[in-house]
């Protein structure tokens, strides 16, 4: 399954962002998925996760704020960005969990927030 992330931009402090992520198969499998993001520096993070079942985790630094869902129909898991800051700029991508089971990463999509 190849995962394709979109939906990123420049916005401003405290605005919004859906991250849509188009799979080519379906995602509908025993796969955990999950949205992770790598800024200027640092090393990728999940910041993300969902279940087969739903069930979802965030990290600490954007719960709250960020909402992870998929549309098992159309095979895109999306990443709903609420109250941005600008350390939520990075590139944002999408795959399977956990990291170290991935061997291939699409481009991502770049997130920058300006305060």
């Known amino acids: 399954v190849q995962l394709q992330a979109s939906g990123g931009g420049s916005v401003q402090s405290g605005e919004s962002l859906r991250l849509s992520c188009a799979a080519s198969?379906?995602?509908?499998?025993?796969?955990?998925m999950a949205w992770y993001r790598q800024a200027p520096g640092k090393e990728r993070e999940s910041v993300a996760t969902?279940?087969?079942?739903?069930?979802?985790v965030y990290a600490r630094s954007v719960d709250g704020r960020f909402t992870i869902s998929k549309d098992k129909p159309k095979n895109t898991l999306y990443l709903q960005m609420n109250s941005l800051k600008p350390e939520d700029t990075a590139v944002y991508y999408c795959?399977?969990?956990?990291?170290?089971?991935?061997?291939?990463w699409g481009p991502g999509t770049q997130v920058t927030v300006s305060s």
């Open positions: 795959n399977f969990w956990p990291k170290t089971t991935v061997t291939t």
């Open positions: 198969g379906s995602i509908s499998g025993a796969k955990v």
């Open positions: 969902i279940t087969p079942g739903g069930g979802v």
